[in-house]
């Protein structure tokens, strides 16, 4: 694709995710900044005919469930009509307790990165860690010693870019595998299509489930609810983990300079309801892979029951390449991985309310863009008026909060957000309460079967 493709079609429609790899086929004339809003952005630093330009979001590229079909397809792996390709899908978390209380869930994806370091698998690893107080917070950064990698563990819930780490592996040649979430992946695959030193040198993917990016103003808002000032936060933790509460109600803990940490649970902090959407790029509300589909492996959070009992956390994995799969055999039949088999139902169950998005919800959003006339990128959903009067209330004032919050100056006043964003946050209340009908009947039920 040309440049002023890109730029006519998904930057101008603000469907971009950040990932950077627009900026990595040969003689781009893009480059990324980190902008106002507290995202990256492509910048065009060169000429816009220039040809050859990669994005996830773009009209005429293969889908995940081509990419995937051209990875994965043939004997052993089996074909989900929601999440695609597959060849074994896990619960479970690691027996060693220091990556599974050091992990986001069940420590899986920093194990996973360690092992492949330590068989000599792979020579790095790239994924994302912390660079301290000031913004950018995180980036992505590529590391050889297996060692290292544990202070790279937990999810942050910040824009991060590829940019300088592709960068690299086209300078130092060596087997990289790359952790991302499913449009960075995509975006990688295509990378490889185009530039064959990406395909010889990115050797595995590991790909994160994901709900959706926020911009960085997500962390200042939870910031500017601890009696910290944010420069203050020499370590951040968005997924910490409170002993004796069910995993998906984790806290969010901060590390002064003084070396004093302070948390708190995020039912206590405004903005932390995933379902609202606080910060959230308008691309996120236009993809819909949930659990990358085309990574060599995806694990996510198994917050279904009985695993969400339990604060120590579990994942939900989901293995595609032969050599991961032998890998993962071989640990699970040593012990260090207290995996066991799950079903799809069970999978589909742990992401329910991110399929509903990017399923109903994203061909009610493509069909709505297109009564407007803008134009969307190609979906494997197709645009459609769904039947529900209620859902579709639901997911324009879903689509509101986003815009609201995005572009609000509040983001370090919780308080004059709160304020900004109430009658919205009221009305989405109001749909998600049950009728009294509903209500009447759900207790004469329990009742029944309390006297059953
Ligand atoms: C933005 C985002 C949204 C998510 N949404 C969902 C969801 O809807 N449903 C769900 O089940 N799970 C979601 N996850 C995944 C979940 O939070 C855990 O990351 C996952 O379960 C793996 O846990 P773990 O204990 O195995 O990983 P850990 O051992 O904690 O390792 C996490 C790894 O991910 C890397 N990482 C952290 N943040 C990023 C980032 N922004 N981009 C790329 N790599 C990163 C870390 O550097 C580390 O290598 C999301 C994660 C992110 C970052």
Redo the contacts with the bound molecule.
Sequence with gaps: MKAAELLNTVLRNDYCSGCGVCTASDGSPFGMQLTGEGRYFPVLTGLENIDGIVCPFAQDTPDETALAGQLYAGAGVHFHEEFGYYRQIYTGHTADES??L??????????M?HELLRRNLTDF?V???ETGPGTPR?A?RIISNPEE?FA?????????SLDGVLEQIRRQPGRYTL???PC?IKGIRLLQQQEPVFAERIVFT?G???????STHYLSLLAAQFPAHEEDIVSFDF?HKIPGRPANRYGTAIQLKNGRQLVKPNDQLFGTD?GLGLFKLNACDYCDD?IGETADIS?????IPPFEKDWK?T??VVTRHPVIQKLVDEAIGKGDLVWQPARPEQLLQ??A??FRHRREGLAYRLWLARKKGRWTPRKRVAPRRIHSRKRRKLYRLRMQIREISFASAFYRQPDKLRKQLRPIIRRVEKLYRHSLWTRLRLRIKRLVQKHK
């Excluded at 489930?209 to 926020?214: A, D, R, T």
């Excluded at 694990?299 to 917050?303: P, R, S, V, Y």
């Design positions: 990556f599974r050091n992990g986001s869930s069940g420590g899986g994806v920093t194990w990165a690893v994924t994302v860690g995180y992505y990698i790279t563990a937990k999810s942050r819930y910040y824009p991060v952790i991302g979430i960075f590991i994160i489930f994901c709900g959706h990016l926020k997924r995933w949930i694990f996510g959070d198994a917050w956390g994942n939900m742990s992401q309310g991110g």
